[in-house]
């Protein structure tokens, strides 16, 4: 597998791990470039997962993970659009990120998210395909959406409640609130906590210890104990172009935009 | 952290983890100031400071009862709140 370096993404492999680095500007907004890439990621990687033994998702911009969606390329793209082409062009783009969350979420290697500050919206469900989360102590995850008068559309509301329950959704997705590490990792969202900078580094001593194990069984283990919430997941994408039309959405996509506000990110 | 912590230590303890972490002197940091202007943070660095004051006084603040707050004396009210 070739080291790159793109627009939003960098990849390289060394000793059996993956590692795949966010580096857009500002933070991480997950857009039709990022996008791009990480079907590019796929293809490239995809080939080598039944030899390497962990994928290890990180990034390099301090701000933190990564802050969502791009909604400045969500709102421009849109209002260029009619109604019914709007729609159309979101679920495009929804089937395609769904592809590439569900192929990281199912990969037969054992995932890690090394994540810091801003793990905010598509960012926090990027997080969320991973086996392990390991993070930062000053990370703050969030599902903002609701703000904008939408929900989540990365998949991360059936992968939370897979993962740890229904009323960690509800509180979550229905409060828009962001709760820091301590809190996270007593609902069992991280697995483990490190100083400040720290996240790379421990993913990466993780990632060594999980190369002592057999690949085969490992895969096995994580395909008996991770499900994918294939039904939930379909039902997502159609709530949430269902909701896409909507005049609230419009409106909050333009506030989030044009605001001079001081805590755009703050419910 | 104790009972008998006061609005005042309460609001002198955040001036002093912002002095700290943000680099502004202390004395150049009151009450009433301003605190996206004082500190020249952006929201980001809001919820870096949410999350220091979290830490630091074992709590858990909602951001949303941030909404609004701008000053030192009211935040530390809603942390008092929840001591």
């Known amino acids: 597998m070739k080291p790159f370096r793109g627009k939003a993404l960098s990849w390289h492999m060394s000793e059996g791990v993956i590692e795949l680095v966010l580096e857009r500007e500002p933070c991480n907004e997950i857009g039709s470039a990022t996008l791009t890439e990480l079907e590019q990621f796929l293809g490239e990687s995809e080939p080598v997962w039944k030899t390497a033994h962990a994928l290890i998702i990180s990034s390099s911009r301090k701000e933190g993970f990564c802050a969502g969606a791009d909604l400045r390329e969500l709102y421009e793209r849109s209002q260029k659009l009619a109604p019914a082409a709007r729609v159309a062009g979101v679920r495009d783009f929804l089937e395609r990120i769904h592809r590439v969350m569900n192929a990281i979420d199912t990969a037969p290697l054992t995932t890690i998210a090394a994540v810091h500050g801003v793990t905010f919206g598509g960012g926090f469900e990027l997080a969320l395909t991973c086996d392990l989360i390991i993070a930062d102590k000053m990370t703050r995850f969030c599902f903002p959406e609701l703000r904008l008068g939408l929900i989540p559309g990365f998949g991360g509301i059936p992968r939370l409640k897979r993962d740890l329950g229904n009323a960690v959704v509800r509180d979550l997705l229905l409060t828009g609130r962001s709760i820091n590490v301590e809190k996270a990792q007593s609902v069992g969202l991280v697995s483990q906590v490190t100083g400040e900078g720290g996240a790379l580094r421990v993913a990466r001593a993780t990632a060594s210890q999980l190369g002592k194990f057999d690949r085969e069984t490992a895969s096995a283990a994580k395909r008996f104990i991770k499900p994918l919430p294939h039904d939930e997941l379909r039902r997502e994408i159609e709530l949430f172009c269902e909701m896409f039309t909507r005049p609230a959405v419009e409106a909050g996509l333009r506030k989030f935009v044009e605001s001079t506000d001081a805590l755009p990110y703050l419910p | ?83």
């Open chain 2, 1 to 83: 952290m104790s009972r008998m912590t006061t609005l005042e230590s309460t609001t002198d303890e955040i001036l002093k983890l912002a002095s700290a972490h943000f680099g502004v002197p202390r004395d150049q940091l009151g009450p009433d100031d301003d605190f996206f202007r004082k500190l020249g943070i952006n929201s980001l660095q809001a919820l870096d400071l949410l999350t220091r004051i979290e830490q630091h006084f074992h709590i858990e603040l909602p951001d949303y009862e941030l909404q609004g707050v701008t000053d030192f004396r009211t935040l530390a009210e809603r942390i008092q709140s929840r001591l």
